[in-house]
């Protein structure tokens, strides 16, 4: 179920949310292979209406398994907004969706937890990668002028007959 909040109730009082709300619902499309988000978004903030705006303020938190980009090992990376807010109008060029007296906060928390995702996940700042695989003798680093075939691009285009 999404985060509705009815602002009816607003009128009234404050309203505190506190839960947790399936992945399926927060519909992260990551397409990204090194992050997944399995887990629940765990929330807890209070929603005000503020003249002709509503305020929400709290924390958001949510747990992702990732792969390192460097050495492909699985790690947990908790994203936590804390404190987290967030205003939204209700009138003018900039307003919220309204239906049936409720507003919807799921896209605007949707947007905020992918902003904080991992860029470039990594299990450790000073992970290396992967293992060197190359056994037996030391290479020496090539210089800026040799190539490691022993022949240039350009050798190869001189032994084209045109």
């Known amino acids: 179920m ?32 090194l992050l997944q988000a399995e887990d629940p978004l765990q929330y807890d903030f209070e929603v005000q209406q ?37 205003h939204l109008p209700l009138e003018g060029e900039e307003s919220v969706p309204v239906s049936n007296d409720c507003v919807d906060l799921t896209p605007y928390v949707r947007e ?3 902003l904080e995702f991992p860029q470039h996940p990594l299990c450790d700042a000073e992970c290396r990668g992967l293992p060197n695989s190359t056994t037996g003798k030391a290479t020496k680093p090539l210089k800026a002028d040799q190539h490691e075939s022993g022949s240039t691009p350009w050798s190869e285009l001189n032994k084209l007959k045109l």
């Open 2 to 33: 999404p985060l509705l909040v009815n602002l009816r109730h607003l009128e009234a009082h404050d309203l505190h949310l506190e839960g947790e709300l399936p992945v399926e619902e927060l519909d992260l499309n990551t397409r990204d292979e």
């Open 50 to 86: 503020i003249e002709h705006s509503l305020l929400a303020q709290g924390r958001l938190e949510i747990t992702l398994n990732c792969q390192c980009a460097r050495c492909l090992k699985p790690f947990k990376h908790t994203i936590s907004l804390d404190p987290w807010a967030v």
């Open 112 to 114: 905020d937890i992918l």
